[in-house]
């Protein structure tokens, strides 16, 4: 592939000792283009506008998603990717849903390879800090018809990111906004997913939660995703999930603690949960804790729910499952632990 390094870095403006989450893009980018039918050959670039005019077709029809992802310095000083090939494979289901073609698992990898290698003094070496990646897919012809694009780009884009909660944080269990609807894309990494979610979260954070934890599109008696994480519970010593369907998900972190789990022997259920299940749990002490789990939001304990004008307080747990994964899946990416399972991709 082609790299054309940038002549001005632009890492100076970076306070690596104050990490938000994704606001300081680093100087590279890697681009590679769909067009008559087939995918190019991949460029490395330094990060700046796009070329396309205001007719791009993504802006007009929202054809396009989007992976996140992460590398990580390890204790050694090699930096490793977690689980890209999932990544890989998710996008591509993604774009399946949205009609957007395939991208070549070789484009992909040696893509992201190449570009974390570039700018691997972007890549953090703080406690619980990482280089969040972003690949995207998005429709790149410029006409105005309601159809498909007929060229498409791909791209990725990265970050040097700290934890995007700090802290426990408090969701509201969301009575009237949908995110997802039977049918539609809920299980891909649409960019409308998003975007279609900002109202919703904006009022909650108004109310003084940190996110919303949606419910089922029909009834609003089943709860599914906290806000962009997939969430669990501990019932009784059981961790409790909702499960996989087309409005939810498929988070690889979910996926992660999952097989975890398993193997400590910790029992797991994946099957619906309603809110009324949670709501008498959380009353009556049967909740032992609540957490969100996503790639930026790694393990996020949960210490209160917002139902009907009350918010319930929820334990969060200090030594509880949460945390012991928190700690489990941070060993592995940052090499304290043996990657047993090969997790790890080693640049």
Known sequence: MKVIPTTESRISTIDFNNLGFGAGLSDHVFICEYKNGQWGEGIIQPYGALKQGLGLHALHYGQAVFEGQKAYRQADGRIAIFRPERNWERLNRSGERMLIPAVPKEIFMEGLSELIRLDAEWVPRGENTALYLRPFLFSSSEFVA????????????????????????????????????????????????????????????????????????????????????????????????????????????????????????IPVEERRISVDEIVAAAKNGSLQEAFGMGTAAVVSPIDGLGYQGEILPVPAQVNGVAMRMKKALADIRYGRAADAKGWMYHL
């Open 146 to 265: 309601a159809r498909p694009s007929e060229e498409y780009t791909f791209a990725i884009v990265t970050s040097p990111v700290g934890e995007l909660y700090t802290k426990p944080v408090k969701v509201k269990i969301e009575q009237h906004f949908t995110r997802a609807s039977q049918g539609g894309v809920g299980y891909t990494k649409a960019a409308g997913n998003y975007g279609g979610a900002f109202l919703a979260t904006r009022r909650a954070v108004e109310e003084g939660f940190s996110q919303v934890l949606w419910t089922d599109h029909a009834e609003h008696a089943y709860l599914e995703e906290a806000g962009t994480m997939n969430v669990a519970f501990v019932l009784n010593d059981t961790l409790v999930t909702p499960a996989l369907s087309d409005r939810i998900l498929e988070g690889i972190t979910r996926e992660s603690i999952l097989i975890l789990a398993k193997e400590w022997g």
